[in-house]
């Protein structure tokens, strides 16, 4: 039974302070800005009839900071604040174990505010707790860019019932790659890139010489990051029951193809990449794939996550989190005058 | 960029904590109780930075000839991966006349004019210095870059802001490293600071901040690599916070209540057995390899040890009245 009251509230501390603001043109999104978007959040929530926020805790001051706020007049009409900081470790654990908590408590929304990493491993817990998808920051593609008040409305008008869930919010589709060598296997929301390189240091993927293969669970042609090389050679929404998987012809050793194809994608913020392609297909849903590199390390999401050196297999799937479109939320809720009404006399 | 090497960010790690580990033992060896600093062989302050190897490695990695860096109390790790003689870092500890500073300064002031290499115990006050360097290096139309480094506790000095202004308005090629170990003496971060990321900082001046996480020596070498290119070629100034660990006192003596149970967890924290794991090393090449450090150190002592002590004369040598 979900408490429809209850919402839940994950804002990833360490988004947009990587090295994407060194190799290309990433922007700075800092706490004090994160906390400022909690607080228009919180006013979207409240002024939805929302009693209780569950906030993910963080060492960068934004939950505390947000409780601190609640107890200000500005703060007056907002959800009661309540921080989830058990066994805080500072690191993407933490998203995991406040996800898993929320879903225990019943909240009927999660909102989440950070990058593409941070929604990956949202989805990966929150089951069929439907989630409202905040990008901070300049390099995502799963999150987009939303007005946190208007978020907060919306995520408000879902969790009190006042909105469909299944009108308003639809599944995205999730890659799962797996390793039966080492027994590994990962989601993701967005991309799996299988890369020449056996660095995983800073994480980020910013090269894209480095690049051997990619699977895209969509491709934008208005998107930002590796999805956006798809996006150029055969869109695909977010919706559509197919992914694509690309073969790159780079400049490493073999299996990299002769090139094909040529694209200008624009693979980090101010940063376009030309990328050779030596072919692509479509991807099925629940057809698992065998990746033709046996070697390298996998990227989830934009970031190096392990090493490999035996087959892979990568599978699109359609089960991925129920996804809140805000824009169609606030439309559905427009029509049917839920926001609007008589002047009290 | 820089090839990473891995076997050589893991010796120069094991480099410097030999170097640390030996100071640590003669520092202790004649002095009891612990805190009478002015007793022993090695007089003064020691400030160890045993945990913060990434930090210096990482970074010195990209660093070449002619490159400045300024550094503050807790300079070991960068004098030697910057390529400090270890005889004369040893000497001066020691307080010999064969020290880079003939035994004037101690471990707070090593001063290598040929490698631009200083550091002080006033902290944040390398911050401008490290601005001057870069001045310099523009004005001469050099390549070169100054590496100005730091705790995070110095961040909230009035130098490390003016010089984050300055270097931002001339757009000198300066990289600002702040070294965030939750700590400034016993101080914790978040009763002195109200911002929680010197990256924020970086931002409200215009320049790139990145905050690198988990003490990771290849994180912080592809980060540091990519702020230092970026000021060789002329795009400016940088912050890299990195999140690290002191494992031992702020300073020898100290018995750290102050840190609680966090204690008990500082030896899984440790980078460098973590890194050999990593890199997957076999426990014989983890031995030979703190081997021909523990040689490189030993001579180091010895050179001390054979060195002259300053005479009562020698006090009006090199100074200004
Ligand atoms: C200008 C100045 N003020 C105060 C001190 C005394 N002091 C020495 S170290 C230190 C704390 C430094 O903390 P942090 O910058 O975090 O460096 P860490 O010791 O952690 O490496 C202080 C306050 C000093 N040396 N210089
Ligand atoms: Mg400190």
Known sequence: MKDARAVGVVANPASARDIRRLVAHGSSVTAHQKLNQLRRLMVGLGRTGVQQVLVMGDRSGIAIGLVEASGRPSGAGWPSVEIIDEDLTNTAADTVNATRRMVAA??????????????????????LTPIVAI?????????????????????????????????????????EVRCPGSGR????????????????????????????????CFAPPDGIGLSAIGGHLQPVDRHEPVGLAIRLAATGPPPSGAPTQRVAAPIGPGLI??????????LAVDQPVTAATTSGTVAIDGERMFRFDSELTVTLRADGPLVIDVAEAMEFAARSGLLTGPVAT | MTELNQLDLYKEMVRIRQFEARVLNEYHADKSPAWDIGAGLIPGEMHLSAGQEPAAVGVCAHLKKGDAITAPHRPHHFALSHGVDMNAMM??????????????????????????????GIIAQGYPVACGHAMAFKRKGTDHVAVAVAGEGAANQGAFHESLNLAALW????????EDNDWAISVPRSASTANTSNADRAAGYGMPGVRVENNDVEAVFEAAGAAIDRARAGEGPSLLEIHTVRLWGHFEGDAQA????????????????????????????????????????????????????????????????
């Not at chain 2, 500082?266 to 030979?288: F, K, M, N, T």
Request: hydrophobic letters at 45%; a negative charge; one cysteine or more.
């Open chain 1, 273 to 282: 990449a030309e990328v050779d392609v030596a072919s692509w297909s479509k």
């Open chain 2, 91 to 120: 000497a001066e500890i020691y307080g010999r006349t064969t020290g880079l500073c003939k035994g004037k300064g101690g471990h707070m002031h090593l001063f290598d004019p040929e490698n631009h290499f200083s550091c002080s």
């Open chain 1, 185 to 216: 296997s990962e989601r993701a929301l967005v991309d799996v890139a299988i890369l020449n390189t056996e660095r995983i240091g800073s994480g980020a993927v910013w090269e894209p010489g480095t690049v051997e293969e990619l699977f895209l």
């Open chain 2, 171 to 178: 757009n000198l090629p300066v990289v600002f490293v702040i």
């Open chain 1, 106 to 127: 019943g909240v009927g929304v999660i909102v989440v505010l950070g990058g593409d990493g941070t929604h990956r491993l949202v989805a990966d817990e929150c089951g």
């Open chain 1, 135 to 175: 990008s901070t920051g300049t390099n995502n593609a799963f999150p987009i860019p939303l007005e946190p008040t208007v978020a907060g409305m919306a995520a408000g008008l879902v969790a009190g019932g006042r909105l469909d869930v299944e009108r308003v919010a639809r599944p995205a589709k999730m890659l």
């Open chain 2, 258 to 321: 102050y840190r609680g149970a966090e204690l008990e967890t500082l030896d899984e924290r440790d980078p460098i057995p973590a890194y050999a794991a990593a890199i997957g090393l076999s426990d014989d090449q983890v031995a030979a390899i703190k081997a021909e450090a523990d040689s490189e150190v030993d001579a180091a002592v010895r050179f001390a040890l054979d060195s002259p002590v300053p005479t009562a004369d020698d006090a009006l040598l090199h100074v200004f009245a």
